[in-house]
């Protein structure tokens, strides 16, 4: 039943971000670059009173210890979501493999790969769970 409960509040989470992101997109349109959708993005989940972190580092372990090099995670909501803006053609398996590696290594379960390239943000949208 607790996966259950988790599973309903992760949801909730998630439509949430995106129906933010919509909004988002449909001021903007597509066309422009993926700082600004996180910028604006980051300026809705604030007004939204929800906590996040920009641009968090993303350390990685190597056999123990503990390696900056350089990564980082561009925005993170409520500690439990990672959210990957992009303004690319289209949604490659690449972009999903390297946000389910930044999955693996942040500890964070959730991912959001928003595509505001599309025409309609619905469209670009990824949702996936580790």
């Known amino acids: 039943m607790e996966g ?3 599973r309903a509040g992760w949801d909730q989470l998630t439509d949430r971000i ?3 992101a919509i909004q988002v997109h449909r001021t903007l349109g597509p066309g422009l670059l993926g700082s600004a959708y996180e910028e604006c993005l ?4 604030a ?3 929800l906590t996040f972190q920009r641009q968090r580092p993303l350390p990685v372990s ?3 210890v503990q390696l900056d090099l350089g990564y980082r995670l561009d925005v993170v909501v409520e500690g439990r979501v990672i959210i990957e803006p992009k303004t690319v053609e289209k949604l490659l398996p690449i972009h999903e493999a390297q946000l389910l590696t930044y999955l693996k290594l942040s ?3 959730t991912r959001l790969l928003l595509n505001f390239l599309t025409p309609v943000l619905k469209d670009g949208i990824k949702r996936l769970c580790n």
Request: charged share 20%.
């Open 62 to 64: 190597y056999k123990s």
């Open 42 to 45: 980051c300026f809705e989940l």
């Open 18 to 20: 995106i129906g933010l």
């Open 107 to 109: 500890g964070i379960k």
């Open 4 to 6: 259950a409960l988790d």
């Open 47 to 49: 007004a939204a009173n």
